[in-house]
């Protein structure tokens, strides 16, 4: 990892409330604020200021979680000056209101969020498919894929599905109705260890496969290998259902696919 891009990104986890500028963000990676924007997103595929707002948004979500602060509360502790801001910005990346994700994260309530076709009126759809893998050393696992505009795993997708990941190897999936254009293949799950008590080693796993093209009528083919969250990866702001790895070992095949999938570069 680029040590000017890491020590920005530190800074960016430190002093997410207060009310950082790019000028700001570049001082602390010791650049120009050009040549640090440049770098910054070839190291995580999105800019500054993108990058800072999904930390706020990440970090709304754990104190709505984790404490009992009011959305009003919430939203000053994470650097929002208005409470509209913060309260569409929420909305957007999150895909529920605060409000709304509080009283569902309590109930258990997130279903799998709805595909959100962005294409423009009159164009095709056409299809991504390939395989999930898992890191070695770890157990089953239970992962959400999903095909997104942007490098930042957030509200809405435009196809998307759970598979189960057996240990040590990988599985197929299949995104139908993937509008025509350019997207992000994101995956996100939750995987167990190896042992006796494979539970007690549970972890978050993330990957991404970027600029996967999809044509009208054709299907892309595009793998995605899970790691544990780096400091590169912006956090996850999507509200997920509860993914739990499946206990025993899971069959995984390819569904059937209308074409010989084209692979993404």
Known sequence: MDKAV????????????????LAEMARSAALSRFYFAHRFRDETGTTPARFLAAVRIHQARLLLLDTAMSVAEVSSAVGYGSLGSFTSGFTAGVGVSPGRFRRLSRTGGFGLPRPCPSGRPGTGTGAVAGTVSLPEGRGNARVYVGAFQTPILQHPPVAGMVVDVPSGRPTCYHLADVPEGTWYVHAVGTADGVGPDPSSQRC??????????????????????????????????????????????????????????????
Request: net charge negative.
């Open 6 to 21: 890491e020590k920005a990104i530190e800074c960016i986890w430190e002093r997410y409330n207060e009310p950082l500028s």
């Open 204 to 265: 978050s796993l993330v990957g991404r496969h970027d600029a996967v093209p999809v044509d009208r009528d054709a299907v892309t083919s595009a793998a995605v290998r899970l790691h544990r969250p780096r400091p590169v990866d912006p956090p996850v702001l999507l509200a997920l259902p509860d993914l739990e790895p499946p206990p025993a070992r899971t069959g995984a095949g390819c569904p059937v696919i209308g074409s010989h999938p084209k692979a993404a570069v």
